[in-house]
RNA sequence: GGCGCUAUCGUCUAGGGGUUAGGACGGAAGAUUCUCAAUCUUCAAACCCGGGUUCGAUUCCCGGUAGCGCUACCA
């Protein structure tokens, strides 16, 4: 009876995500993470994070700290974590265990050989040939003289099928015969990352691996290693995979930032905001339900609503993919920031409603929280208070926390940037138009409480001895004190920004227009 | 090349043998408003192709096509 790997707690499930930290975190394995998160607290299983660095030549520290720095900004958490380069002795057991088995078999033939002097050249290449049949006295002999071999798994070439059931993609068989001879060790010992995997998803008894679809295909591989060593497999369910507009798969080098995590992050999105976003691409909860808070997703969260087909994260390619400057992970700590000040047309449409969406959703302290830091990088004498007043103006009119710096760019600074005098003059008016209620405010506003209701009342009546509208009044005004025609209402505005430099613009005003 | 997976508006998706094929984003038009935004209303927009099965297929089956994935001593 082999061993079951839901004994230690029947029912509840456990699931890994596992990277390989090989560059920064990407999008596609935030996704799978939320997924396997949002599975294991959907039905209060563990999350396991799973270092898989069985890859020395490519595994950099800068690319753990970014993962770990992508999952702590999505406020995503684990409950065990492990290091796949500390667990060899457990990968060469099982090795070992299915070599003595006879069901693995030493290759001495020397590694990146070609293709063409494989066996079975001229089809698909399953094994080395020779080294298959190579007799066990034979085999230790060379081995015991220090000859360097790969460990391949024996896959049976008796007209068998492997079969299993993926929660997603369902009924799934493949000939053996259609199954090469993997390796399980490198001839440096190394365990590949089929052994490390599999030896590593047993002894941690994962019970539902979810993961991306490109490992679809290896699967028949892990369940052969698996019954080899004498484990249930566990239960699969294979995401599609996120793809770029012009359909294929993301990548950094292709496609550029828009593919890190951290890009979303310095870009201003939420993160709550963001892991709904992902949540949307190759899931749905068949409701018409789109905007969902953390705990909303855990609750509608099934394997169930998981399709099939790829998804496309529609962001714009970027017209000279040369240009683009690709974070490399060392980078992104410091300096990351300036490199993204990415322009909000570059991403997906719908994440950037759905960051609307949730930024409208905070509460004015809330919100208030997280744009300050923003701000005060920028104007470091903004305080708490005075944004507490400017956040009401502007929240329904940001998609990215970081649109505040242009929403509400006059409210931070002493002096205006320069703008065109001619955004002045108001709808069917001139020069003179715009001087005249420009003059007029400045009377008027100088004997005003600045709340909004008095404003209001006395802008409105300014406007009608004036004989203008009250559209005619307000734009001078606004473009005054803003810089520019499209700002927050115009009273509200007032009130935040006080008397003192209302007048001082206005003032200021006048002077560009004569 | 071999093997596998997939195919509904531009995009994310719901649906499923008989429907006006639903929703959302984006787009267009309008309403509202001191501008912008938000909000509301309306409009345009899809079942890859060909064979079956069936009284009837977008839905089921087969084939094609296309896309993607795997085919490493990468993960």
């Not at 007043?389 to 002493?414: C, H, M, Y």
């Not at 409105?460 to 004190?481: C, D």
Request: hydrophobic share 40%.
């Amino acid at each position: 009876m082999p061993e079951t790997l839901h004994a230690a707690s029947p029912g509840k499930p456990r699931v890994r995500f596992a990277p390989s930290p090989t560059g920064f975190l990407h999008v596609g394995s935030a996704r799978t993470f939320i997924f396997n998160w949002l599975y294991a607290r959907r039905n209060h299983g563990t999350m396991i994070l799973r270092l898989d660095d069985t890859d020395v030549e490519r595994n950099t520290d800068a690319s753990v700290n970014s993962i770990f720095d992508g999952l702590k900004w999505l406020g995503l958490n684990w409950d065990e974590e492990y290091k796949q380069s500390e667990r060899g002795d457990l990968h060469r057991k099982m090795a070992e265990t299915i070599f003595q088995k006879g069901l693995a078999y030493r290759d001495f033939t020397p590694a990146h050989t070609s293709d063409s002097e494989r066996s079975g050249a001229q089809g698909t290449w399953l094994f080395n040939l020779g080294m298959r049949e190579l007799s066990r006295a034979e085999s230790d002999r060379r081995a015991a003289a220090g000859e360097p071999f790969a460990l391949r798994f024996r896959v049976p070439r008796d007209g068998g099928v492997v079969h299993f059931t993926d929660a997603v993609y369902g009924e799934q068989t493949k000939a053996a015969a259609d199954i090469e001879d993997f390796a399980l060790l490198r001839s440096d010992g190394m365990p590949t990352y089929h052994l490390a995997s599999c030896a590593d998803d047993a002894d941690l008894r994962i019970s539902h691996i979810i993961r991306g679809q490109d490992h679809l295909s290896n699967t028949y591989k892990h369940i052969l290693i698996f019954e080899a060593a004498g484990f249930t497999p566990p239960q699969f369910a294979h995401l599609p995979l996120l793809v770029a507009p012009d359909g294929t798969k993301l990548s950094k080098r292709r496609h550029g930032p828009v593919v890190s995590v951290t890009t979303y992050r310095d870009a201003g999105f939420l993160p709550e905001a963001f892991i709904n976003f992902l949540c949307l691409l190759g899931w749905s909860p068949k409701n018409d339900r789109e905007q969902m808070t953390r705990q909303e997703l855990i609750d509608a969260f099934s394997l169930e609503g998981i399709n099939r087909a790829n998804a496309v994260v529609n962001f714009k390619e970027s017209a000279e993919p040369s240009n683009v400057v690709i974070p490399t992970p060392s980078e992104e700590g410091e300096k990351g920031r300036n490199l993204l000040s990415a322009p909000e047309d570059t991403f997906d449409p719908k994440a950037l409603w759905l960051n609307a969406e949730h930024i409208r959703g905070l509460t004015i302290d809330d919100l208030t929280r997280r744009l300050l830091p923003i701000v005060q990088e920028k104007y470091p004498r903004v305080t708490s208070e005075k944004m507490l007043r400017i956040t009401p103006l502007i929240r329904e009119r940001i998609k990215l926390l970081r649109d505040v710096l242009t929403a509400a760019d006059f409210f931070f600074v002493d002096q205006l940037p320069p703008y065109d005098p001619a955004e002045l003059i108001p709808q069917k008016g001139d020069a003179a138009v715009a001087a005249k209620v420009l003059q007029r405010a400045k009377e008027v506003l100088a004997n005003v409480e600045f709340k909004h209701d008095p404003l209001d009342q006395a802008l409105r009546a300014a406007a009608q001895e004036l004989g203008i509208k009250a559209g005619q009044m307000f734009q001078p005004i606004r473009v005054a004190v803003c810089g520019r025609k499209n700002a927050p209402p115009l009273f509200e505005t007032l009130e935040v920004l006080g008397k003192e430099s209302t007048l001082a613009r206005i003032d200021r005003a006048m002077k560009k227009l004569s």
